[in-house]
């Protein structure tokens, strides 16, 4: 329930966000809206889901069968502030390495890609993403939280977060974060990864905080504004959700695509 009133909080705060400072124009009904509208009951679903199930069943497991003399459930006794802090650290480093991992390897490239394929990039298309990424990601990246003890009331406040930086992020506003730039990822950063370019796509990768672009030397900030979103693929079923979740495993084309260089090597801060 907290979870579903936070939800409408950041929606309403992301609508009334982009009617005052648009980056771009775009039609209400803009292209995917109703597809997006099955893929956040989806995507919510399964975080629910997640979260009830596969996340507290990885922190029981932790707190129950790790022997005490492995200081492992270190989170265990620790103030809620501190695990929250803790989880979205540890939690943001791990999809940071998978997202790079994404754009690096061709067949988990096809499953993120539904979520690059938004044309009309805005705070709603934060909620597009293949289902079977969304479980593969969890089931890889929450399992670190076995070790750690953290408690289901973190989790719920990482989920909170998690909702409303992806929604600023994508979110189509011209706003420029100052100096929290090289902490939070705000739409200067999140919008040009998902340009149809290279460069785009292998630069800024952090999921809440931007700190380990930074770190990593694959953090990019323009003087411009993005102007056009997408993944360049004429033939992706905009509006036809069950075609894109069948478009994932088309073959791959005979002839390999170049392979992209490393983010680090085409970056530069700035
Ligand atoms: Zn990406
Ligand atoms: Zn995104």
Redesign the pocket.
Known sequence: MTMIVAYFCIALLAMSSELLWPARKKAFFRRGLITDGFYVVINIGLRIVFTSTVAVGFVRFGSEYAPDWLPIAVLRDQPLWLQTVVVLLLLDFFFYWM?RA??RWNWW?RL?ET??SSQDLDWFSSVRFHPLEKILDRAIYLFPLTFIGVSEEALLNLAIIDAAVASFSHANIKLRLGPLKYLIVGPEMHRW??TPTADG?LSN?GNNLSIFDWIFGTAKIREEWPDAFGIGEASFPEGNILKQFVYAFRPFPEEAPEALADPAQTSSSG
Do not use: A, T, V
């Open positions: 997202h994404k754009h490239y993120h979520h690059h990864h998902h796509q990768f």
